[in-house]
């Protein structure tokens, strides 16, 4: 439960993809997903490093970003990387949003089967946050456009690779 004035939300976006959610999670749950958003985002992004871990469950990594990028760094936890259920958690630790009046910033990651379909799956991406107040509310959609940009280039990826995989 919220304290008076903190705001609490969630927020989704979905893609599909016609990748099987296996294949499509094998991104997910590694750390290809960090290097693809390094890449996606060059002139924000300067490097990662593993704290902790492998990119599996309770793994933690921490993300630097090019001088004069601010937040410049933050530190997020994988809490639950699952293949079987192709669901994947991240808790944001310490820095970037975590400065920006956020109390909570959860990332969760999802490959969904098509209905009827092994060989495609829908991708979602949730962000579940907890605010100070309301003046933090614009990061929120900055925080979920970024994401989706991360998706796009998941479902890119997936979908070249697994052609790739096809043809050879």
Not at 60 to 68: A, C, K, L, Y
Not at 74 to 93: F, Q
Not at 121 to 136: E, F, L, N, P
Request: hydrophobic share 40%; glycine share 8%.
């Amino acid at each position: 439960m919220s304290k008076v004035g903190e705001i609490a939300g969630s927020v989704s976006r979905e893609i599909d993809v016609n990748v099987s959610p296996s294949e499509t999670f094998k991104v997910y749950g590694s750390l290809i997903l960090v290097q693809l958003a390094m890449d996606i985002f060059p002139e924000k992004h300067y490097e990662f490093k593993v704290v902790k871990g492998d990119g599996g469950s309770n793994s933690i990594i921490e993300v630097f970003m090019m001088p004069g990028v601010e937040p410049n760094w933050y530190r997020e936890e994988y809490v639950v990387v699952d293949y079987a259920k192709r669901i994947k958690s991240n808790k944001m630790l310490e820095g970037g949003v975590m400065t920006l009046g956020f109390l909570s910033y959860w990332t969760t990651l999802r490959a969904l089967e098509k209905k009827g379909n092994p060989n495609a799956c829908t991708i979602t991406g949730t962000i579940d946050y907890v605010v100070k107040d309301a003046s933090s509310l614009p990061v929120v959609q900055e925080c979920i456009d970024s994401l989706y940009s991360i998706m796009k280039a998941v479902a890119a990826y997936v979908t070249k690779h697994h052609r790739k995989a096809i043809t050879n």
